[in-house]
């Protein structure tokens, strides 16, 4: 990663294989990009092979993108109280996690969980006891998990720094764990960004909930809903309830001049929206 160079991006398609997120991310002008191990939305994947990460690799020496964050499927649910979806959450993270370290991922961003019902206490036992299972299951592997924080949609763990932090604080092997910022979901969560006095706030109390030091990506997302709503809706930068000043003040934030800011804003529009998005971003910069 050279000096100075502004670390932002967006998440990427990789419809045609991974490598192609690469190019894609490239031609928007992202210095670093997202994109999801496999697809989404299904358990099963095809295996990745020698030469899809042979050309991963040579795509990533072109564009010059660093880092590349993985970010794991949407059916994961490592806080579920029902034993079967459990077991399969569990399987497809550790397939996950090969993947992720297959093509060198220095990240696999993961939302922790949904509880189901059966309680935040139990949700976070369950998601801290799955990761220290997956731990024992990826010994030495270099991709860490980045617990990402979420909008407390529904019965979903991570909407309080203090889920996070117990979670970290009950896994065996913490120096393999990281954290995800969503600007989205904290603000829908109640954590303001809005103005100086409210940012400062909010980052003084993740330091000292869970520690700056953890936290090694930003998603960078405005949002839909309001302050404290719990409802995860994403905008375009500067035309939600966030809007353009608290992405001033993150912008011009010294403390993550290292931590990729990706946008996940909405992709419908096609790549016109994610280049006017990184534009904006890009003229926050003082
Ligand atoms: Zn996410
Ligand atoms: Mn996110
Ligand atoms: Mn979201």
Not at 4 to 21: K, R, Y
């Amino acid at each position: 990663m050279a000096e100075g160079i502004l670390l932002i991006g967006a998440h990427m398609s990789i419809s045609g294989g991974v490598f192609n997120s690469l190019l894609l991310g490239k031609e928007l002008g992202c210095t670093t990009i997202q994109i999801f191990t496999k697809n989404n939305n299904q358990w099963k994947a095809k295996e990745l092979t020698p030469e899809d990460a042979k050309k991963f690799f040579e795509n990533q020496r072109k564009t010059k993108i660093s880092p590349v964050v993985g970010h794991n499927g949407y059916l994961i649910n490592l806080a579920s109280p029902k034993e079967d979806l459990h077991r399969q959450s569990l399987e497809s993270m550790l397939v996950e996690l090969r993947r992720a370290e297959f093509l060198k991922l220095p990240y696999l961003v993961m939302h922790p969980g949904s509880h189901l019902g059966s309680g935040e206490k139990e949700g976070i036992r369950r998601i801290a006891h799955s990761i220290d299972w997956l731990h024992q299951r990826t010994k030495g592997y270099k991709v860490k998990i980045c617990l990402e924080t979420t909008a407390g949609q529904g019965s979903s763990i991570g909407h309080r720094f203090e889920h996070l932090a117990e979670i970290i604080e009950r896994v065996k092997d913490k120096k393999r764990l990281a954290v995800c910022y969503d600007t989205c979901h904290t603000f829908a969560a109640g954590y303001d960004i809005r103005t100086k006095k409210a940012y400062d706030a909010t980052f003084k109390e993740f330091d000292n909930i869970i520690g700056l030091s953890r936290l090694k990506v930003i998603h960078v997302n405005d949002s839909l809903r309001d302050l404290g709503s719990r409802v995860d809706r994403h905008q375009h930068i500067g035309e939600g309830k966030i809007g353009i000043s608290g992405f001033r003040l993150l912008m011009n934030d010294r403390r993550w001049e290292k931590v990729p800011k990706i946008l996940e804003t909405p992709k419908e529009g096609g790549t016109a929206r994610d280049i006017k998005n990184l534009k904006v971003l890009r003229s926050l910069v003082k």
